[in-house]
């Protein structure tokens, strides 16, 4: 288990453009950044399957930041692949074992490592038709910037767009002179149908309830374990992925 490990956070830390440790969700919610009940959410989602995006506008809003503590809710056993290229992504697309989260560092036309656009960026939405998850970011505020550069701009169809099961768009705020980041809306679908608005606003408290992703059963077990996780004192994302792991194989062997 702690080579699965050590290789899951490296290709997490390799999404690491601005120097520094990669922020783990304990750090991000001790910032203030994700609700507790927000985080067990996105645990429960993710924890089971579900692909997603963080986006922002601005650069160094923290989008990439918010992707690597997510990565680490991956389930076990599937491991994180960069998207470095049509090749790897047709390879995925070509085969269903062993299943994997692609992580596209940014969908933009910047020409850098793991970047995705056009053409590519199209195939690169097939990958959950073949069982595999997403994971990326971009720069947009809101859901329908998104769903503009996404649908529009690079010719992705809305049905493939749905597969994209979860979106976070951050927010900046400034508080006593220091900026933070706060997780301001959510959108989700189920894969099939459109997706809805599951936090209108920063201001709003989570209620699972609206949620089509993850039941009241699920949101509570996965809140137990992220409990556990912040009471362990695990705080780097080796730490957090370790609990994540033990937590998980301890729930399905119940």
Known sequence: MRDDIQQHCAVIEACNQRGGRMLSIVDLIEAGTFAPDLAAYALAAIGKGASF?????????????????LLNF???????????????????IARRDPLACYICHEIGDGGYFAYLWGGVLRRYFELPAAGHMLATNLHADTYEQAQRQV???????EAAFQRMNLLFFLSLNRTGGVWGRRIATVWESD????????????????????????SLDEHRAARTRLDRILASGA????????????????????
């Open 191 to 214: 894969g099939k149908t459109p997706h809805r608005c599951v936090l209108p606003d920063a201001s709003a408290a989570f209620d699972v309830a609206t949620s089509r992703l993850v």
């Open 74 to 92: 991956v389930p076990a056993g599937i491991q994180p692949v960069a998207a470095d290229g049509l090749a790897t992504i047709e390879q995925g």
């Open 235 to 254: 705080r780097s994302i080796q730490e957090v992925r370790r609990q994540v792991v033990t937590l998980y194989r301890g729930a399905i062997h119940q």
């Open 53 to 69: 995006m963080v986006g922002a506008l601005p650069g160094g809003a923290g989008k990439t930041t918010v992707m690597g503590a």
């Open 151 to 157: 649908c529009r701009d690079n010719g992705v169809p």
